[in-house]
């Protein structure tokens, strides 16, 4: 015969589950935020230039610097 649980049992199991089911609206939020703040902070960072990105439009800077003042001369 299976071994069958108390009424205790069954009531500490039951108290357990209704304070988690009261809980995980809080746990589902905070991991949605969490995931937007990273969506946030991930699509920032792939606006900044990157090094390359800056080296090329300092080399046309200096070029044109160049270009212009080398005509003055």
């Known amino acids: ?3 069958r649980p108390t009424k205790k049992q069954v009531d ?9 089911k009261k809980k995980m609206p809080f746990y589902y939020a905070a991991a949605i935020i969490t995931a937007l703040i990273i969506i946030l902070v991930s699509s920032n960072s792939n606006k900044e230039l990157s090094m390359h990105q800056k ?7 200096a070029a044109k610097f160049i270009h212009k003042n080398s005509s003055k001369n």
């Open 55 to 61: 080296n090329v439009i300092d080399f046309k800077k």
């Open 12 to 20: 500490n199991a039951t108290k357990i589950l209704i304070s988690w």
């Open 1 to 3: 015969m299976a071994n």
